[in-house]
T-cell receptor, first 116, second 114 residues
Framework: AQKVTQAQTEISVVEKEDVTLDCVYE???????LFWYKQPPSGELVFLIR??????QNEISGRYSWNFQKSTSSFNFTITASQVVDSAVYFC?????????????FGQGTILTVHP | DAMVIQNPRYQVTQFGKPVTLSCSQT?????MYWYQQKSSQAPKLLFH???????NEADTPDNFQSRRPNTSFCFLDIRSPGLGDAAMYLC?????????????FGPGTRLLVL
């Protein structure tokens, strides 16, 4: 069975602070993909990143960075110098093989509020 | 821009009155998905089409049906909406079915049942 845990239900920061959103996953499959999506108040799920299980390189895209560690089954997301526009719900998701082939398993989401 | 489009963005229906939500895509993707998302919860997969092949999730109520008349369009039919069906309904697409595929989501339709 696949499982994704986002332990932080809500995070509140002040603009320009750095913030890290945690994601821990469980799967018995050796081949899997991890994703992060952003859901602003408008409701659309916006794709941010995809990472496969064989690539543990960290990735940086502007103010966003992701840290993938297989040893701890974690795929954490850091926003540097947060902005009010970063306020949204962020979902971590797992897509693994086996009977769940092609099916996304989502975490419960982390509500990020960035105050001016 | 290639995209996933959902209409309407907001839908109000009455208890027990059938309602249809629509989704279209210009990405020419083979797979289309329907998710239900209730307040403060993660999206829950209802079913998906891989081309014309329909795949229902085991726990999707019979009240929910779907149609995919062609590659571009997919519909979600709720035959007799109950108050518990009030939710955001998200359509998504992916090129193919597989663990490596990224799903791209539409803006969603927020359904209110009176």
């Amino acid at each position: 069975a696949q499982k994704v845990t986002q332990a932080q239900t809500e995070i509140s920061v002040v603009e320009k602070e750095d913030v890290t959103l945690d994601c821990v996953y469980e799967t018995r499959d050796t081949t899997y993909y991890l994703f992060w999506y952003k859901q602003p108040p408008s409701g659309e799920l916006v794709f941010l990143i995809r990472r496969n299980s064989f690539d543990e390189q960290n990735e940086i895209s502007g103010r966003y960075s992701w840290n993938f560690q297989k040893s701890t089954s974690s795929f954490n997301f850091t926003i540097t110098a947060s902005q009010v526009v970063d306020s949204a719900v962020y979902f971590c998701a797992l897509n693994a093989g086996g009977t769940s082939y092609g099916k996304l398993t989502f975490g419960q989401g982390t509500i990020l509020t960035v105050h001016p | 821009d290639a995209m996933v489009i959902q209409n309407p963005r907001y839908q109000v229906t009455q208890f027990g009155k059938p309602v249809t939500l629509s989704c279209s895509q210009t990405l020419n993707h083979n797979v289309m998905y329907w998710y239900q998302q209730k307040s403060s919860q993660a999206p829950k997969l209802l079913f998906h089409y891989y081309d014309k092949d329909f795949n229902n999730e085991a726990d999707t109520p019979d009240n929910f049906q779907s149609r995919r008349p062609n590659t571009s369009f997919c519909f979600l039919d709720i035959r007799s909406p109950g108050l518990g069906d009030a939710a955001m309904y998200l359509c998504a697409t992916s090129r193919f079915k597989g663990t490596q595929e990224t799903q791209y989501f539409g803006p969603g339709t927020r359904l209110l049942v009176l």
